[in-house]
């Protein structure tokens, strides 16, 4: 053996440490990214970021407004059919991001973990 294998082990012991604290906090970060998606995946969050976000869509409207925004042609060009289609479409592509992330932070966690 080499005369300073000794140091080595010590140095390794503490990588073992290093990597089981690593994968812990990866497998906490996988978890919330999962959660996240499957929060901004559900239908009754959309309303919720429409109203959030439709002061992008037209200032001059309240967001008290927005379901006789439906009924009334003139207040805005957008239909509601069209912001409904495009915020659904946003919601799954976070949905999809966040938990395919999450879910692949969790096999890189399997992976690693032995």
Known sequence: MA?????????????????????????????????????????????THVIARLDILSPQVKASDFISLAQTDAAVQIDQDFVYTQVKKISDGRRKVLEGVGKG??????AYAT
């Open 3 to 47: 005369p300073h294998a000794h140091l080595f082990n010590q140095l390794i012991s503490s990588f073992k440490e290093l990597r089981g604290l690593a994968l812990s906090s990866l497998k906490e970060i996988s978890a919330e990214m999962i959660k996240r998606g499957e929060y901004y995946g559900a239908a009754e969050n959309r309303k």
């Open 105 to 110: 932070m969790a096999r890189i966690v399997t």
